[in-house]
């Protein structure tokens, strides 16, 4: 699916896909912390439904929102921007399970686990990030 769009009072043919931020490792990987999270969350006691579980739906879910509006944006200072507020949510999430497992809503596995599956985003998140840089070879 190919983008037309008005920039600059000319038009501008972006060719870019619109959900090529699906095609995104980094993407995908993102989407697996997701789901893990809301598996996660099912182990939660009822009384942090409204607490830490919301936040941490919140923090996982705007991992992906902020990937797939970042790599859609037009300038490169944008796309870093929003690459950098995923990373960001990544580290949030990752820092709630580990207090969760502290308070033992969650085994010291299944964060090992989740810490593996964050590390490895935070990777490609990076990998994303640096190549929105300019090349400084000569």
Known sequence: MRVESLLFNGIINLDME????????????AKEVVKRTYKLLKKFPIEERYAMCDQLRRAAV??????AEGVNRFSVKDKAHFIEIAYG???EVSSQFEIAE???????EDRLSMDML?????????GLLNS????TKP
């Open 18 to 29: 619109i959900f090529g931020y699906r095609k995104l490792i980094a993407y995908q990987k």
């Open 62 to 67: 705007s991992i992906t929102s902020n990937i």
């Open 89 to 91: 949510s990544l580290m």
């Open 102 to 108: 502290e308070l033992c809503y969650i085994s010291s």
């Open 118 to 126: 964050i590390e490895e985003d935070a990777r490609l998140l990076s």
């Open 132 to 135: 929105y840089k300019p090349s």
